[in-house]
């Protein structure tokens, strides 16, 4: 008996576990569709960045072996070329891709395969951003959350959420993300102006301050590289990717955007921040899944009679 009556064993809500997977699939599903969509919206209002690849003699020769002469690889105006038919035609494949981020469901092997060849599209776009940036491998490298975020949707719904599997690709593409932004920013690679511009913009900074404050944000980019590796640490890495990428995601929009601007610039700047959603949402996967479970407690607290 204890000072209160009878023994009563103290209960502790129990996680449902089937409820925080059902969270953590949606995650990963709104980090897919918001990456496919920003890009839809660039492949549709502006122009996929593939001109340094398709711009190229060796293209040329290519076409020219399927018998299509320079005025129709070229084309003489508007959209009417061989280059700009399928610049154009690439765009109906993402929307493709993003419609698919909604409706892929579990054990649909086609849907799958095509978000797969979706993933396959952005290493493509990726690539053609490593050349036009004078093949500097952190380009390509920080590309990694948005090239992986389709693998990473169809790993949690044909493995689950929990497999292995799942977890490691999540790990690579936070990893390849904040190394590739982390290499730039601490100077290891020439950092790109648009780093400083965004810093002293949004931070209202001046030049110096903001290349001291990107040198300190490397440093702790390459440091949540590390720290994810490391049990009592992770969650706080985590947490710190989760609110930095949010912050280099936003930034475009916040430096860029303006109300002199038609539509205040949004139709220019704010898919620069959606297509960007794997660097805050890969982090928030994981911040959820390495949440300490919590148990039932059948201890009680005993008196003497």
Partial sequence: ??????????????????????????????????????????????????????????????????????????????????????????????????????????????????????????????YAKYVAALRQPPMFVEHGGQMLMPVLLVLALALGVRHRATLVTAMVALITTFAGHGSYALDLWPTPATFYAMTCVGLDVEYETARTLLRIFGALDLLVCVGIFIPPVRRACALYAIGWGFLTAIARPVAGMSWSLNYWGADQFLHEAVLRAPHFLIPLYLFLLWRKPQSVSNSTDKEPS
């Fill in 1 to 126: 008996m204890n000072a209160n009556g009878p023994d009563r064993a103290v209960r502790v809500p129990v996680v449902n576990e089937a409820k925080i997977d059902r969270v953590l699939i949606f995650v990963i599903r709104l980090g897919a569709f918001l990456c496919f969509a920003g890009w839809t919206w660039v492949h549709f209002y502006w122009e996929g960045p593939y001109g340094i690849l398709l711009w190229q003699d060796a293209t040329y020769e290519f076409a020219s072996r399927l018998g299509i002469s320079w005025d129709e690889f070229v084309g003489s105006g508007s959209d009417d070329g061989f280059v700009q038919k399928w610049l154009a035609r690439i765009g109906w494949l993402y929307l493709v891709c993003t419609v698919l981020t909604l409706i892929v469901v579990k054990r649909s092997w086609l849907q799958m395969t095509g978000l797969l060849a979706g993933s396959g599209l952005l290493v493509v776009l990726s």
